[in-house]
Each structure stands twice: as C-alpha cells, then as structure tokens.
C-alpha cells in the first residue's frame, strides 16, 4: 500500500489521528477501521445518502462486514436543507435503537453533509462516540473532515448548532471522485485555491498547476493515467496538510486571534462567499462558487487598499480561468449583499472582519472599520458588475 498519510495531532485536547490518501481503497476499508478504532467496537453505523450508497455503498459495508463488524445503514436525504435537527433526531433514534455502546462507531460516507450530520450525531450520542470519516467530494476531503467541526442548520442560522468532534481516522479514496458532478468539483477546486491563497506560494503553485495540467472538464477521463493519480493524491496531501496545521495550532478557533496562523483565516474568501448565498436564497451557487467569488473580490479589495500588488491579483484570476466560468453575479443586487453582510456568523460583535491578502500565502486580518467605505462600495460595485 503506498498511501499517503497526514497525522494530525491537536495541540488543545492532544487527540491524534491520521488522514489516509489513496485509490482503491474502499475495498480495504474495513481492515483500516480496526486499525483505527478500540478492540471493542462491534458495530458500526454507515451514515450516508441514497445517491452516494448506490455508488459506493455495497463495497464500503461489505468490507466492514468481512472485517467482522457489525454493520447498519442510515441514509439521510441528498442536500443541505436536510441538514437539520430532523434528520439528527432520526439519525439518533435509529443508533439508539440498534443499540450501540459508548464502544461503538459511526462512520460517514458522503460529502459535508453527511459528514457535519454524522459527526455531530457521534459527538452527542452518549456524549461522544468514535467516529471515521470517508469523504467522497473534493471539498469534503480537502475542508469539512479536517479539524473536528460538526454541526447542523436550524432556525438560528446555518451550522449554529455543533460540536467540535475529533474523528479517530480519515480515509480518502480519490476514486470517488470520478463520480463527483461537475460544479462540485470546482466547488471544491475553489477552497483548494483558497488554501493555496492563505498558505504559501508553494501551494498555491502546486494547486495552479495542477488544474492547468487537469482541468476539471473531462476529470474522469484522467484516472486511467497513473500520473495523474499520483499527482491528485499529492495535492490533496498538501491541501490537507496545510488545514491541518491550522487546526492543530487553533482547534477551537479562538475569537481573539487575529494572526496569520489563526484558524479564523480559513474563512477567507467566505465574508462576501456568505453574502452571495444568502441573497440568492442558497439555491443558486454551490458554496465554494460563492467562495470563489468571495476569492477573487478580497483580493480585487486588497488591491484597492494597496496592500496587494496588481500581479499577485491576476495570478488569481488565471488559476479561476482554468476552472472554467462560474454562475454569473450580474444581476445580484448590491444593497442585498451588504445588507447580508451583517448576518454573517463570523462578525464579532458588531465589527465585521476581512481576511485580505498582503501576498499570495500572507493573509491579514482587517476590521471593516479599517476600510474605507468609499473604496469598499467602489470596489464591490465594480466586482458585481464585471
Ligand atoms: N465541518 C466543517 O469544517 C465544514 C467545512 C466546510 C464545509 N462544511 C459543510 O459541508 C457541506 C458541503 O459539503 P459538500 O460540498 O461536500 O456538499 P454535499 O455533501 O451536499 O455533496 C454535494 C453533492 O454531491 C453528491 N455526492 C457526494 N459525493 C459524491 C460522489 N462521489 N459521486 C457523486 N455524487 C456525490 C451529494 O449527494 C450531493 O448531492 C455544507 O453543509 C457545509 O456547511 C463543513
Ligand atoms: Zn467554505
């Protein structure tokens, strides 16, 4: 097996756990699952959708079967809206009902929902069980199961109700991907070059250039060639490397850093990303779209505010080029999006902050009362008309 693997171990809690990267793995899940759980777990429960258990279902439970688990199915409904305490509540019925112990584990097969759902189902019930994680969209392989956060939308907004819960291992089988419609993936290529960003330039060059070699049209076309696996396992290691060193250093998210290092820098891009969505009633981006978009404007901004230099911006702007065109904002409206801004979760108290970009790989930190309206009006205005 030549996988690649990232520990990651939490400064806070001193949790350990490794994210194991590789093809054709689904088929060894079961034997990696009793290398990362106690000797006395017995059963399992696999939380997924119907559309992904189709897909990969059968081989993922077979394998835990023969691996001499116990094995239930839980599937919860395709897509964000079903992320909620209704299917929580279903969730935990049918774990409790199957009786499983404090020994036991739940396993999510899926994307960010159905991992922020198992996840927090694993971290309440009986006040905390193991859980594994195998994610089969790009942005929950390189994002959503790294770093603990699970959660739930509710009335009170989106992933308001969580908990932060470590997962015993993480298993990502790039294969899975082949499968991942189109606009997920770039999705998913969004928050890859939003790491890239934040990171250093020698992500986001690794993270350029491989989605000049591949870009995501034809993707599945690509995973007969042996280099181009190689290559995708490599970026994801380095993706996943750089979110977990944030994580290990910050795993909380502590509201009063403001460095480079601070886990609050992973919401680049994400101030006008959560604006987009709201006004469009989350129907009409993907996250990561609205988190392009998010991208490019922090730093179209932070060229505005001279912090940036002019080249850095059209670096950017190239990588997105290679993605391939993003749902239009043209007819987005821009008293929404600044009224939306006020609604976003990252806001302390009444200030709003902005992750912008000094260098490619240099993020900082600036409340909105540092930016001068004028240029931020002017800047935005612009940004949603092009
Ligand atoms: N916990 C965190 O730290 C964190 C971080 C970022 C995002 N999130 C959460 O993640 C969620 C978004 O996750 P997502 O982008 O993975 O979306 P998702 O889970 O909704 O998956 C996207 C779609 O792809 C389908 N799908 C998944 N894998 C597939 C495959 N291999 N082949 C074919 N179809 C497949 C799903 O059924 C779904 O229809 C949001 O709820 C967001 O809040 C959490
Ligand atoms: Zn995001």
Not at 31 to 56: D, H, M, P
Request: charged content about 25%.
């Amino acid at each position: 097996m030549r996988d690649k693997s990232v520990s990651v171990k939490l400064t806070d809690s001193s949790h350990k756990y490794t994210i194991q990267i590789g093809h054709n793995r689904l088929k060894f899940c079961g034997e990696w699952a009793i290398s990362r759980l106690s000797e006395k777990t017995a059963k399992i429960v696999i939380v997924s959708n119907a559309k992904i258990f189709r897909l990969y279902g059968s081989i993922v439970q077979k394998s835990f079967e023969k691996a001499g688990f116990e094995v239930f199915v839980f599937l919860m409904k395709d897509g964000e809206k079903h992320k909620n305490l209704r299917s929580l509540e279903n969730l935990l019925k049918f774990i409790s009902e199957n009786k499983l112990a404090r020994t036991d584990a739940i396993v999510a097969l899926g994307g960010g929902v159905v991992g922020d759902l198992a996840g927090f189902a694993a971290a309440v019930y009986l006040r905390g069980i193991a859980l594994l994680q195998i994610p089969t969209t790009l942005l929950a392989m390189i994002d959503s199961s790294v770093g603990g956060k699970t959660g739930i939308n509710s009335d009170l907004g989106k992933n308001l109700i969580g908990a932060f819960h470590q997962p015993n291992g993480v298993l990502i089988d790039i294969e899975t991907l082949k499968t991942l419609p189109h606009r997920e993936l770039v999705a998913g290529f969004c928050e890859a070059i939003k790491h890239g960003a934040i990171s250093n330039r020698q992500l986001f060059d690794k993270t350029a250039d491989f989605l000049m070699n591949y870009p995501p049209k034809n993707f599945r076309n690509y995973f007969s060639d042996e280099n181009f696996l190689s290559k995708l396992e490599n970026l994801l290691a380095a993706q996943v490397s750089f979110k977990a060193e944030i994580v290990m250093n910050d795993e909380r998210e502590s509201a009063d850093r403001t460095d480079a290092k601070s886990r609050k820098i992973l919401n680049f891009g994400h101030t006008l990303g959560h604006a987009l969505e709201k006004v469009t009633d989350y129907e009409y981006f993907k996250h990561g779209e609205a988190v392009g978009y998010g991208i490019l404007f922090a730093a179209e901004l932070s060229k505005t505010l001279e912090i940036l230099d002019e080249n850095e911006v059209r670096l950017l702007n190239d990588v997105f080029h290679n993605l391939g065109k993003l749902p239009s904002v043209k007819n987005i409206e821009i008293e929404k999006v600044v009224q939306a801004f006020s609604f976003d979760k990252k806001n302390i108290g009444q200030t709003l902050q902005w992750i912008l970009l000094k260098r490619i790989g240099e993020p900082v930190i600036l409340s909105s009362e540092e930016i001068s309206p004028k240029s931020f009006q002017k800047t935005l205005k612009k940004f949603l008309q092009t």
